[in-house]
């Protein structure tokens, strides 16, 4: 039976580019297998499929194993995660970039989207890498839930402070060496932006 999707082919492949590198944050030996994204992408197999040997061929992903004629297990490149990170500077080389589907809720996928390209403000930047950031804290397992709290207040500082009419250089400094200090995992979701921010406060 074919499942009808709501999801563009390009929403797929950036859903399956999202998972592929949330799993590799958690460890980056770990492999998806097919069953996985089935279970978590809500459309026909056979686009699954389709997607994933696209994202094999343009080298964001490798398919490592094959089982019978179909894949069996996958994971993000080095330039799959280049790609995912840094989504302005690659919108152009792989249209399906721009395309962000959002977490709505758990292990529900909503199909609203986010246009991500050249002409998205700086406050906008920062908001969708800070939603990433904060995403990543939740899906550390091996915190407690008042490090989470520790991390998510920094954070929030970080952002409301870089996103204040005049920001404060030193305190946006403080704060991003306590992040990497304490949260380096989250540090290359927010790089790009936070250098930006800091080179643009001048001495």
Not at 93 to 111: E, H, L, N, R, T
């Amino acid at each position: 039976m074919i499942i009808m999707s709501e999801l563009s082919n390009d929403e797929i492949r950036y859903k399956i580019l999202e998972i592929l590198y949330k799993v590799a944050l958690k460890s980056p030996d770990w492999l998806v297998i097919r069953s996985y994204l089935k279970n978590h992408i809500k459309c026909d197999e056979k686009l699954i499929d389709f997607n994933v040997k696209y994202l094999d061929e343009r080298e964001l992903a490798k398919i490592m194993q094959f089982k019978g004629r179909n894949w069996n297990t996958v994971k993000i490149t080095g330039k799959g995660v280049d790609v995912y990170e840094h989504k302005l500077e690659f919108a152009s080389q792989y249209p399906f970039i721009k395309i962000a589907i959002q977490k709505i809720d758990g292990s529900v996928y909503g199909s609203a989207v986010q246009a991500v390209d050249s002409q998205v403000s700086v406050k906008e930047r920062i908001t969708d890498s800070f939603k990433q950031a904060y995403s990543l804290v939740e899906m550390q397992r091996n915190l407690s839930e008042g490090e989470k709290a520790n991390i998510k207040e920094n954070l929030e500082g970080l952002e409301e402070e870089i996103k204040a009419e005049k920001p404060d250089k030193s305190k946006v400094q403080r704060l991003w060496d306590w992040i990497k200090g304490n949260a380096n995992w989250v540090v290359p979701t927010l790089k790009g932006i936070i250098e930006d921010i800091i080179k643009t406060l001048g001495s």
